[in-house]
């Protein structure tokens, strides 16, 4: 069975901190893996895409890798900000399709001052 | 350029009745796809439609059905509405069906059933 397992569920950072959020998956064949910010009450925002054969990638203070090996993928953010409170949502697909997809629980992330 | 539009926003119904909700996906794109988003459940993927076909449906019942018009805006519907109908449902576009192109999200449509 396709999963995506995201951890921690939810994390409590300070302001200018780096934190590391962690996306486990059994998804097969893999096709892609996504990054995705969401903001209470918005709509998710792509923060990265990336395919088998990239191990890393960046959105500004974001950096996500990626072990396709171990089926494991992170999401590091840089000097947090507060507007980086957020769900960070992991999504595998597994198939060229865009149907074809497994979603994570998500990581809530709150950025305190 | 204008992003992915869904409306309405916010609506309340009743148990029983049955709703439409309408999303207009960015200029060019031609693939539209459907989520319910509920605090327990996380997001989980209702269909998606390319060309006016769908494509792929998700784990829903029947209650829930969708279509896609000539110009790529889509509307999704559920009838006989039930209590845990209610959540976030977000309309999400893409230039085609390939997945490894960037999905862009509307704000949803926040349905609550009564």
């Known amino acids: 069975k396709n999963q995506v397992e995201q951890s921690p569920q939810s994390l409590i950072i300070l302001e200018g901190k780096n934190c590391t959020l962690q996306?486990?998956?059994?998804?097969?064949?893999?096709?892609?893996l996504r990054w995705y910010k969401q903001d209470t009450g918005r709509g998710p925002v792509s923060l990265t895409i990336m395919t088998f054969s990239e191990n890393t990638k960046s959105n500004g203070r974001y950096t996500a890798t990626l072990d396709a090996d171990t089926k494991q993928s992170s999401l590091h953010i840089t000097a947090s900000q507060l507007s980086d409170s957020a769900s960070y949502i992991c999504v595998v697909s597994y198939n060229t399709n865009a149907g074809k997809s497994t979603f994570g629980d998500g990581t809530t992330l709150t950025v305190k001052p | 350029k204008a992003g992915v539009t869904q409306t309405p926003r916010y609506l309340i119904k009743t148990r029983g009745q049955q709703v439409t909700l309408s999303c207009s996906p960015i200029?060019?794109?031609?693939?539209v796809s459907w989520y319910q988003q509920t605090p327990g459940q996380g997001l989980q993927f209702l269909f998606e439609?390319?060309?006016?076909?769908?494509?792929n449906k998700g784990n829903f019942p029947g209650r829930f059905s969708g279509r896609q018009f000539s110009n790529s805006r889509s509307e999704m519907n559920v009838s006989t509405l039930e209590l845990g109908d209610s959540a976030l449902y977000l309309c999400?576009?893409?230039?085609?069906?390939?997945?490894?192109?960037?999905?862009?999200f509307g704000e949803g449509s926040w349905l609550t059933v009564v």
């Open positions: 999400a576009s893409s230039k085609d069906i390939n997945s490894g192109n960037t999905i862009y």
């Open positions: 200029s060019g794109h031609r693939s």
């Open positions: 439609y390319f060309s006016e076909t769908q494509r």
């Open positions: 996306c486990n998956y059994t998804v097969s064949p893999f096709s892609n």
